[in-house]
């Protein structure tokens, strides 16, 4: 993006996208930079593709967001796995015994459960990053009812009816009807 906002041939930046999502770390920083470019940015998922979770918060800091018609976009939410293998331990006769400095230090170490405590701990992070994510969707596409916040995918007409795509478009020349 900085290259692109540097080059004098450059009149708008196109993104294409086809992910399943990823991690929080350097998420809201590079939607930071896509939000900040000096020349319009514009997401672009090609047929079959997806735009996804982390996908979707970067899409959503884009000037526009196109699917192709074979294309999907959503799944917002966050979550967090743990496997419990403390049953499986205990059946082989493995006893794990963590010594911490703290409640949450060690935890998850395989072989352990999660306290009640710990499972609280996790559930109010994923919250508070959903929290996160929600408002910064709605911080860019507007007001998105919480029943299409549940971590679903949708079809690119679906996505654009409920306001996550700007357009359905077949090929990337027709794009160039919708750049600045």
């Known amino acids: 993006i900085e290259a692109a906002n540097e080059h004098h041939l450059v009149q708008n930046i196109l993104l294409v996208f086809d992910t399943p999502g990823g ?10 930079a896509i939000a900040e470019s000096g020349k319009p940015v514009y997401a672009f998922v090609p047929p079959g593709g997806s735009c996804a979770s982390a996908g979707m918060f970067l899409a959503a800091a884009c000037a526009g967001r196109f699917l192709s018609p074979s294309a999907q976009a959503g799944s917002i939410g966050v979550y967090c796995a743990y496997t419990d293998l403390s049953e499986m331990a205990a059946q082989k006769g493995i006893k794990i015994k963590v010594f911490s400095s703290g409640i949450y230090k060690g935890m998850g170490v395989p072989g352990t459960a999660l306290t009640d405590v710990q499972e ?29 916040l549940q971590g679903q995918m949708f079809k690119a007409k679906e996505a654009v009816e409920i306001g996550m795509a700007d357009d359905v478009v077949k090929t990337f020349d027709d794009l160039k009807n919708f750049l600045k």
């Open 120 to 148: 609280q701990y996790l559930q109010d992070e994923v919250m508070s990053l959903a929290e996160e994510f929600y408002n910064h969707i709605r911080a860019n596409l507007g007001e998105i009812d919480d029943s299409f």
């Open 23 to 32: 991690m929080f770390g350097g998420l809201p920083e590079c939607a930071d």
